[in-house]
């Protein structure tokens, strides 16, 4: 697994988008750590394709500790089910997840996963996975990861990785 | 007044070094960011009323047993809560 490249965040910023994606690995790994301006615990990642939010479909398994429903599952035309901890979280303290997007440069549609768990020593917190498909044929050139209408905040971080068949 | 926010893109055609730019907002992009926090914002209130509903439940369920006659080790064991 190679890095292609690191952003961490000087300043807030409402979207980190990866663009012109060299096309010569196999899966695409995309780590991240990241808090939200959001009041609350716990915030949803928002993924784009291509610049695309469209033709996703997949499920999810979500676990919120100390909610009425602990436990959630189902499924979704969103993206992925993935939280970021939110800034009404213990001061300093990120979420951390990954997303893997299989065969990105192939003319195929494109399976992903994703898990990411967030912290906070107090109230909710949540950890997620997800399994989803990108109904799309076009290989992966540019990926955004956003959380409108809220931003990252400053020392989020995202970290773009390729995997080689060599 | 406050600050335009922005997004970060990383182009990766750029040689290391000179690959992040910090782009403002346009105007069209700041109003659908609001439009969707309005929306956000009903969706964490629904979120919170279904946590709510679900919680009521719970606890009538719990009441209902415990008036049967369970204890609150037998309603745990069943419940698994």
């Known amino acids: 697994m190679q890095l292609i490249e690191t952003v961490e965040l000087a300043s807030a910023a409402s979207s980190i988008e990866f663009t012109s994606i060299p096309q010569d690995g196999v899966d695409l790994v995309l780590k991240f750590s990241l808090r939200a301006s959001d009041t609350g615990g716990y915030s949803y990642i ?3 394709l291509n610049g695309s939010s469209s033709n996703f479909s997949s499920v999810f398994l979500r676990a919120n500790v100390q909610q009425a429903t602990p436990v959630t599952s189902g499924s979704q035309t969103y993206q992925i089910e993935a939280g970021t901890t939110g800034d009404g979280a213990t001061a300093s303290t990120f979420a951390n997840g990954e997303i893997t997007i299989s065969n990105y ?3 195929a549609a ?3 996963s994703a898990d990411s768990v967030t912290e906070n020593n107090s109230t909710t917190a949540s950890l997620a996975i997800t399994a989803g498909l990108w109904n799309n044929t076009s290989a992966i050139t540019s990926l955004e990861l956003s959380l409108t209408p809220y931003n990252f905040l400053q020392y989020s971080s995202a970290s773009l990785y390729k995997i080689t068949a060599d | ?8 893109i990383v182009d990766l055609s750029k040689p290391k070094g000179q690959r992040e730019s910090i782009v403002p907002l346009t105007d069209e992009e700041i109003a659908e960011r609001d439009a969707q926090a309005v929306q956000a914002e ?3 209130q629904a979120e919170e009323a279904a946590q709510a509903e679900q919680q009521a439940l719970k606890d009538s369920a719990n009441a209902k047993l415990l008036a049967l006659g369970l204890s609150p080790e037998e309603i745990a064991a069943i419940t698994g809560a």
């Open chain 2, 1 to 8: 007044m406050s600050e335009t926010p922005v997004k970060v």
């Open chain 2, 42 to 44: 009903l969706d964490r």
């Open chain 1, 46 to 48: 928002d993924l784009a």
């Open chain 1, 105 to 107: 440069a192939s003319s």
């Open chain 1, 110 to 112: 494109k399976s992903y």
